[in-house]
């Protein structure tokens, strides 16, 4: 099928003004998972995509669940025997808040200039719905130039992944034979640079706690009770100042058990990467690393658990003073995770870690939000072959094999339930302000992107 | 003028229904200084005020400041010479949130029964509106039965008490010789218990910080940052949960410079009283004294100060989970202070303890709110004398010279500004709930202490 792709790439060029107005018209729709309010949004932005998809060959259609709706499409390729693929990617996107922090609505695609030529900002502009609609616009091309994709297709398109996906496992379970296929493509991770390609073996997984204390059964008076009383929001600095010791330890019992080292050879090429960690911090405002003292820079990112508050909350907080003892303190832990960490012995690490500091009095409930384990995927396949020979064409050198420090639940849903492996290849980039206000996208990326899955294809089939 | 004391009981007695319902009109203006939409309750509150005094013989009048007004009124009583008391109480209101815990809304006064017979359920009901009603009605029962009070009254009320009373300063040093007087009378400490009346010689000063953290100059993804960037949710935690140590002293430095200890006299007074400590808990759900370990338990309320946490905020606090690692964290911290502690040395200390712990990168704002001291008024004088002879008359037993471990600014203002001790004599109970959902005040301590009132002006006069 190769002879097709120099005419593909040609009309990929040809069509880039219309494929980025294509992006800013998904990017429009504000489909926040996280919001009841935003249900209408999500729904629509998942017919967008179903309506895409229709319109070069593929049998598309919108699968209920509990919450928002699944987009399931099919394409049967040059037909039986051609390598199957499914494509995966996400229609929903974070919250935006905090509005004010953006310089332009979230919503309201704007093509911004930077050092890279022009980005698109919006929330969602590369997470996900810019790196879905790469393979979406390869796969155009492919329809437009060759009648359709080289290889069997299936897509699925889900719009929980930023509330945790709590209705895939159960529609991968229940769709198993639907959504048979040979490998899992996904771009919803990062390149090294801008111009090094990049395909990533690991990814972090996630317990995500909410703890909730309490002491007396009301709010106090402190100057009446303080001297006296139990102080729950003391109570709660001081059982979460000790989540680290002074090495950058977390202290839950059992929280490094069962970790892989990485071996030296793995060490060696991430040492070879060159990662320049000053810089890293230095874009955010930052100059001295935090975590694990005795572990280099990208094995704390890529290969080493976390302890991470993301909330904190109890007590008056307006403006001004109130003197009050309050009833109840609350937090959000998160802890990323590594493979060979079970993510159950963590949760129940962390209910014991609150329960050992439990002073009389106090009541402590943790609840878990979300657990999924890290996950290693296989750094030589076919697909993983056809995918460096694909990006080191398209990019002029080869692609490197890194980690991630985020976590993509599905991959490990779409092994243990499809018995399915995933290749990871994504072009974000680390200042594209994922879940931050002023996220974007860099349009070379963009079409690099598309470039690259379109040559994929190819790889693939070839 | 002891002669008109028993029909001014008796007065008193039978205009009870009509006094309860004047309380009830008061509260029923939600007077919060706190919040500016309500900046006109605060005026009405104060201008009902102002026309409960003119009804009864008083040239009285608001008089502006900064923020919200303040009464002064003034009763020549029998003339020069007389004894010259000047009654100082609030109008204004702390906010009533969280109001669903009200079982009846804040500012539709509530007549419940309780152990102790009627009380009155409402924002403002004992802090401070019905003690300020107490002394408003013992001179209103004095103007009906013999014309006017037995002594010379100016009084003072203010709108800013509940926000620090940050104009009342300026007030009482532009107007020294208006308010000039023998004695300042205040009603806004408490009762022993319901049948004992207690006279109040110690209050705790305060100093309340708040403390802002940054870090990154914006939020972060906690899977790509997470391991390499400082969290300074996780920095407050391990600052802040270093405030006391395991014996509960507070690890501020310099907190505990120039506190006089209270002499062996005191302690055996106050070990006198038997106060169960265990039932006073017991009432709010606890059961384990929090504070210094090796204190006493009236030591700790009343002469020992404290270091407590009013809020903590940060990061993501809505529903469910976000993955985020926040730039900033705040928290609100409050230190009652005792007779002897430089307020000002213990904000220096507060901002040294955070600045110690603070590690490169994190960036620490800390703003002082309010300063001050802890004070001690004279046990002895001509004015506690006939406190304490009026009070034995109304209850049939001995007042009890007592601590307490709130703050009353305006104590320290009118020593150091006017040259005036303060006499406190209240009525409130432990249980009255102030600055919590369903304050309430007992109507038996409503009407004795309208007794007590009148009952020490006869004996102020004689």
């Not at 490998?183 to 990533?200: N, Q």
């Not at 832990?333 to 439990?358: H, K, M």
């Amino acid at each position: 099928m190769t002879q097709h792709l120099p005419a593909i790439l040609a009309h990929i060029n040809a069509e880039a003004p219309a494929a980025e107005a294509r992006l800013c018209d998904w990017l429009r729709i504000p489909s926040i998972s996280a919001q009841p309010a935003h249900a209408g949004d999500c729904r629509r932005a998942a017919e967008w995509m179903r309506d895409q998809l229709a319109a070069i060959g593929f049998t598309a259609g919108l699968r209920p669940t509990a919450d928002h709706p699944v987009v399931v499409g099919h394409h049967p390729g040059p037909g039986p025997g051609a390598p199957h693929l499914l494509f995966y990617g996400h229609y929903d996107v974070q919250p935006a808040d905090p509005l004010a922090l953006w310089t332009s609505p979230p919503f309201e695609p704007a093509i911004v200039q930077g050092p890279h030529g022009p980005r698109v900002v919006a929330r969602g502009a590369v997470d996900d719905k810019g790196q879905t609609m790469m393979w979406l616009e390869a796969l155009r091309a492919w329809h437009a130039i060759a009648g359709g994709p080289p290889c069997r297709v299936t897509v699925l398109v889900e719009g929980e992944e930023e509330v945790g996906s709590p209705s895939l496992d159960a529609f991968l379970a229940a769709n198993r034979a639907e959504l048979a296929a040979d490998v899992a493509v996904i771009s919803d991770t990062g390149m090294w640079d801008i111009d090094t390609p990049a395909i990533t073996t690991r990814l972090r997984g996630m317990v995500y706690a909410q703890i909730d204390l309490r002491a007396a059964r009301r709010d106090l008076h402190s100057g009446l009770y303080g001297g006296s009383a139990l102080n729950p929001i003391n109570l709660l600095t001081r059982i979460l100042g000790e989540l680290q010791d002074d090495d950058g330890r977390v202290r839950i019992p059992g929280f490094y058990e069962g970790i892989a080292e990485i071996g030296p050879q793995q060490a060696a090429e991430w040492a070879a990467l060159g990662f320049d960690e000053g810089a890293y911090l230095g874009d955010i405002g930052l100059s001295v690393p935090s975590g694990e003292r005795d572990r280099a820079a990208l094995e704390r990112l890529w290969a080493r658990p976390t302890a991470d508050l993301n909330g904190i909350w109890g007590g008056y907080t307006g403006e001004g003073s109130k003197t009050v003892i309050a009833a109840e303190a609350h937090a959000k832990l998160s802890c990323r995770l590594v493979p060979g960490q079970d993510p159950a012995r963590v949760a129940e690490g962390i209910r014991r870690f609150v329960a050992e500091r439990l002073p009389a009095d106090a009541s402590a409930e943790v609840t878990i939000l979300t657990t999924t384990p890290g996950i290693e995927v296989p750094a030589e396949s076919r697909w993983v072959r056809a995918a460096r020979v694909a990006l080191a064409e398209e990019y002029g050198r080869p692609a490197v094999l890194i980690g991630s420090g985020g976590s993509i639940p599905v991959v490990e849903s779409m092994r243990r339930l499809l018995g399915l492996n995933s290749l990871l290849v994504g072009f974000g980039l680390a200042d594209d302000q994922v879940h931050s206000p002023n996220e974007k996208f860099e349009l070379r990326c963009f079409h690099q992107g598309t470039r690259s899955h379109a040559r994929m294809l190819a790889a693939f089939a070839g």
